[in-house]
């Protein structure tokens, strides 16, 4: 007997044909199943192809909503930190005045003390001044009281004795 191309090697008898039939069955089954696999796999092929274009249609949309959004944010970022920059030197200039106007205030404060001391000393020594001057003043007083005093008494006596 002649080989056949598909059949499997087998010895002859009923058992055999019948072996060759499922082999023969197997393989289309197979080849039908492989074909089967391959239509499935070329659709998801084309619609993963679909997808992908939809994908790459969405970023374009999302890259060209985006990109003014995204150069709007850049803008106020770099006006945020101008801002911000500007905010600092200002703050550091009111500082830097803010610090010159206490040195300013505590010189002042300082000369004041100085000068209230000075004006104490000033109204202490003329008070001791005054003091001194109503004390001769009223020792004037009383040797002059004493003096007009003798010298009444002298005069009454003067006059006493004229008469």
Aim: with cysteine; net charge neutral.
């Amino acid at each position: 007997m002649p080989l056949r191309l598909g059949a499997p090697p087998c010895e002859e008898g009923p058992v055999a044909g019948w072996v060759a039939v499922l082999w023969a069955v197997s393989t289309v089954v197979i080849a039908v199943a492989v074909l089967v696999f391959l239509v499935l796999l070329i659709g998801a092929m084309k619609r993963m192809q679909g997808v992908a274009e939809r994908v790459e249609q969405l970023l374009t949309t999302f890259d060209q909503d985006a990109r003014p959004a995204l150069i709007a944010a850049r803008r106020a970022v770099d006006d945020a930190s101008r801002v911000t920059t500007l905010v600092r030197h200002e703050v550091e200039g009111v500082v830097g005045v803010s610090e010159d106007v206490r040195e300013r205030v505590k010189r002042l404060a300082d000369g004041v003390e100085e000068r209230l001391i000075d004006f104490e000393t000033l109204l202490d020594l003329l008070h001791d001044e005054v003091e001194d001057t109503v004390l001769d003043v009223a020792a004037a007083l009383r040797t002059t009281r004493r003096s007009a005093s003798v010298f009444r008494t002298m005069k009454r006596a003067f006059l006493k004795r004229a008469r």
